[in-house]
């Protein structure tokens, strides 16, 4: 495909994506949708699939229980309500394919990252010192690297981070059009606590490795993740479960590791596709810079 080709398929195609983040309660028109690529529906199927790897229908039912996800931790809403809300007509329905994806039913899911959260989070856990570390030390496997400092494109998202897949899906995209190859190196920076900053004032960047050849425009631009001395943990699972590891990272593991952050914001390493792997198989390097010793 001719790149100039590439480039207008894929601003078509990240229309639709954008189009879809906005209406994720609305049924699936497919026929809006095609109006959005500027395609024939006889046609549009095809594009979006070759573009994207899978379905309006999958990238739909994956960001829907995904929301989800995230409304089962941080809400009390009822489960028939979020079932509802992410398109099933009953709650066994809605379970069955949360579990499918999750690992487990929405009603587990909630009460478990309670648990953990509450057993990470400084607030409420009982005071470990260094002389009697708490039994929570260790739920974690961190590891010492030395991170090179990785030229990328960035694309700001502003808002809550659990809506930075929508960020990233546009990202995405538009690399495709691009031609930047599908298996790059995909990092997230972290600017600000989303427990001390309003989430309409968190600042994050999705990002995309390239060479130093490659030049972007517009609200892409040009960025470099964090390198040098890294704390890292390896953690497997959903990316609505990242707040729990972050917690412990933060309130367990650094104060009792002698360890002092460096002047740099923490990032992630995404080391597997959401649009191809489950969420329970999915692994996040979570990267914190540290100072040299």
Same mark, same amino acid.
């Given at each position: 495909m001719k790149t100039a080709t590439r480039e207008t398929y894929a601003k078509r195609i990240e229309r639709v994506a954008e189009y879809l983040f906005d209406h994720l309660d609305d049924? %699936?028109?497919?026929? +809006? %949708? #095609?109006?959005? #690529?500027?395609?024939?529906? !006889?046609?549009f199927h095809r594009v !979006? +699939?070759?573009?994207t790897g899978e379905t309006a229908t999958e990238t739909l039912r994956r960001m829907r229980l995904h929301r989800a996800a995230i409304q089962l931790i941080s809400s009390s809403a009822a489960i028939a309500t979020l079932a509802k809300s992410a398109g099933y007509a009953s709650v066994p329905a809605f379970s069955r394919a949360f579990r499918s994806a999750y690992g487990l039913p929405p009603s587990t899911y909630r009460e478990q990252q309670f648990r953990r959260i509450r057993r990470t989070d400084p607030l409420t856990r009982p005071f470990a010192t260094s002389r009697h570390p708490s039994k929570e030390a260790n739920m974690h496997t961190v590891t010492f690297e030395t991170r090179p400092s990785i030229r990328v494109v960035a694309l700001a998202h502003h808002g809550s981070y659990d809506d930075m897949g929508t960020t990233f899906e546009k990202l995405n995209i538009w690399s495709m059009g691009q031609g930047i190859p599908q298996n790059a190196q995909s990092f997230g920076i972290y600017y600000d606590d989303p427990a001390s900053v309003a989430a309409a004032a968190l600042r994050s960047d999705a990002c995309i490795a390239v060479d130093d050849s490659f030049t972007p425009a517009g609200e892409y631009n040009i960025k470099h993740t964090p390198g040098g001395r890294c704390a890292v943990l390896i953690h497997k699972g959903p990316y609505s479960d990242l707040e729990e590891a972050y917690q412990w990272f933060y309130g367990l593991w650094l104060p009792q590791s002698g360890e002092e952050p460096a002047d740099a914001p923490p990032f992630e390493e995404y080391l597997n596709d959401p649009r191809t792997v489950a969420p329970t198989e999915l692994l996040t390097a979570i990267c914190l810079p540290l100072k040299d010793r």
């Open positions: 049924d %699936l028109d497919f026929h +809006r %949708l #095609a109006e959005e #690529a500027f395609l024939s529906p !006889y046609h !979006y +699939r070759s573009m």
